[in-house]
């Protein structure tokens, strides 16, 4: 029952998560195998990636990270502050190295 209540708790947040985005129509392109610095404005302490296979995010302190491009594609990558608030919400486009 807990489990359920957090899921949709989560859920909520991340629906709600737009309207308190500092950034929150950014879409960053990157090459196939390429990576790029991003850097926040705020801390954050929770990143979500919405498709793992697509990009990778190491990171470098608790206000940059490293994006790594996968595979050919895209995915939101939301970062949460500490009180599991959504401060950021960029999109990664993963595109062919040779375009």
Known sequence: MLTRLGTCALGLALLLAPVSMSRADETIALALGSGSIFRLSEP?????????????????????????????????????????????NIRVVVRDAQI
Do not use: E, Y
Not at 77 to 88: C, E, P
């Open 44 to 88: 954050f302490t929770t990143v979500l990636i919405g498709d793992p296979d697509v990009v990778d995010v190491d990171t470098h302190d608790d206000r940059s990270v490293i994006l790594k491009a996968l595979k050919l594609g895209a995915s939101n990558v939301i970062f949460l502050d500490r009180q599991s608030i959504a401060i950021v």
